[in-house]
């Protein structure tokens, strides 16, 4: 056995010893520190058990309760835990098509939402972010702290947004990179599409790199305008308003490519079950060791040993008579 708080015990064990010493002390060195009416509590007589009696109880009460907050322990030494997990690529789309509202507030904010819910369906997995359309770039590195990659994509905003068109290709080769050293090599979309001559050539390169594709798509088929920065319709040459649709061809050559696609949807079944489906497909990998401490606890046997001495002793002390409560009444005469 060994004691978490050692310190605690040396620094009150001190002062409780001198207050055991004057308490079994005389009383006129007692009178000398402390209160009249104190002293007449301690040493009361008529009391239901004996002065030293009580005076030992209430000592080991006390002695118990030091020792409880020293915190004893059984260790039984270290325990290396294996953190396992799967290591994943995000990759959010920052087109322009991503500012129409055919979703609630908008398709950039709703495909976030959407993030989000997946790193909670997936606490202990490795997860990285990219933001892509002409030229795609990190966001966060790979990491299992599900906050920090939350905080990442929200600082995602429509100052982002690139009215370029998406290069898919440049998205494909940056995955490559990343991907590189990891098996299986999973890239996730979030994304309102792209149409077969955009995604020309995606396919073929997520295959030379062995990277499985999964996307999530936002939007509806109905479509809604394509925005501009501040928030109005463009418009074609003809003069007629720009519309964007999802578009699911991406989603096809995903489940075409060996991985699968979901439709975006409220609520957050669809990613527990996009979740669901990638884990069970493939075999965690190990994301490293942590050592853990392995204590048995045991402060609570002196605590409850202590808090029932200490019951004892002060159910203990003296209760005054019919008589004197009599005489305290009428100032001291009978």
């Known amino acids: 056995m060994e004691f978490v708080n ?70 039984e030494g270290d325990k290396t835990v294996e953190i396992q997990g799967l290591t994943l690529l995000t990759a959010l789309d920052i087109s322009g098509s991503m500012r129409s509202k055919d979703v609630y507030p908008n398709r950039l904010e709703f495909a976030k939402k959407k993030m989000n819910q997946l790193f909670d369906a997936m606490p202990s997995d490795e997860i990285g972010i990219m933001a892509f359309a002409y030229s795609p770039f990190v966001l966060a590195p790979f990491t299992s702290d599900k906050e920090t990659l939350k905080m990442m994509a929200a600082g995602v905003d429509d100052s982002y947004i690139n009215m370029g068109s998406t290069d898919f290709r440049a998205l494909a080769e940056q995955a490559a990179q990343l991907l590189e050293k990891k098996d299986p090599k999973i890239l996730i979309l979030f994304t309102d599409g792209g149409d077969e001559e955009a995604i020309a050539g995606f396919g073929d390169l ?111 002390m003296p209760k005054r008579s019919k008589n004197e409560k009599l005489k305290m009444k009428n100032g001291g005469e009978i």
């Open 6 to 75: 050692p310190y605690l015990f040396w620094i009150l064990i001190i002062p409780f010893v001198l207050f055991a010493f004057l308490i079994s002390t005389n009383k006129e060195r007692l009178s000398r520190i402390f209160d009249e009416k104190v002293l007449n509590r301690l040493s009361a007589a008529n009391e239901s058990m004996p002065l030293m009696v009580r005076n030992i109880t209430m000592f080991a009460a006390i002695f118990l309760m030091i020792v409880a907050l020293a915190r004893p322990v059984i260790d």
């Open 206 to 316: 997520l295959k030379e790199n062995h990277i499985d594709l999964y996307v999530v798509l936002v939007g509806t088929t109905k479509g809604a305008p394509v925005l501009d920065k501040n928030g109005k319709p463009m418009s074609l040459k003809s003069g007629a308003i720009a519309i964007t649709q999802r578009n699911d061809a991406l989603g096809k050559l995903a489940k075409a490519n060996g991985g699968a696609y979901v439709v975006a949807g409220n609520g957050k079944e669809d990613m527990q079950k996009l979740a669901s489906l990638i884990k069970s497909k493939y075999t965690n990998q190990q994301q490293g060791e942590v050592k853990i401490r392995q204590r048995v606890e045991l402060f609570y046997y002196p605590l409850g040993l202590g808090l029932l001495l200490l019951l004892i002793a002060l159910s203990s």
